[in-house]
């Protein structure tokens, strides 16, 4: 089983920036594919980014060219830099691992994009 622990989340102003972290409680290496989803009240939960053990990364539309997903194998850590965040994307992100076959989700951090 893996466990993943998120932090990073908060209160940014539009336009400004968040870094997410996920930490694993195990080697990056074993992980099949880690990435990161949001969901926004009353709506679905949605990707956001995510990375293959290939090294096969993935973005939606809104995030292209704002967000960049990253990893410290060092430190079983993932993240998600978040640059020109706008208010429609308050929501809760949640940190996603996949290992065969089986998928694992963390407890999520609160980010609110609010002026």
């Known amino acids: 089983q893996v466990q993943l622990v998120e932090s990073g989340g908060g209160l940014v102003q539009p336009g400004g920036s968040l870094r997410l972290s996920c930490a694993a409680s195990?080697?990056?290496?074993?992980?099949?594919?880690m990435g990161w989803y949001r969901q926004a009240p009353g709506k679905e939960r949605e990707l956001v980014a995510t990375?293959?053990?290939?090294?096969?990364?993935n973005y939606a539309d809104s995030a292209k060219g704002r967000f960049s997903i990253f990893r410290d194998n060092a430190k079983n850590t993932v993240y998600l830099q978040m640059n020109s965040l706008k208010p429609e994307e308050t929501a809760v992100y949640y940190c996603?691992?996949?290992?065969?076959?089986?998928?694992?989700w963390g407890q999520g951090t609160q980010v609110t994009v609010s002026s």
């Open positions: 996603n691992a996949v290992r065969n076959y089986a998928r694992y």
């Open positions: 195990q080697s990056i290496y074993s992980i099949n594919a």
């Open positions: 990375f293959t053990s290939g090294g096969i990364t």
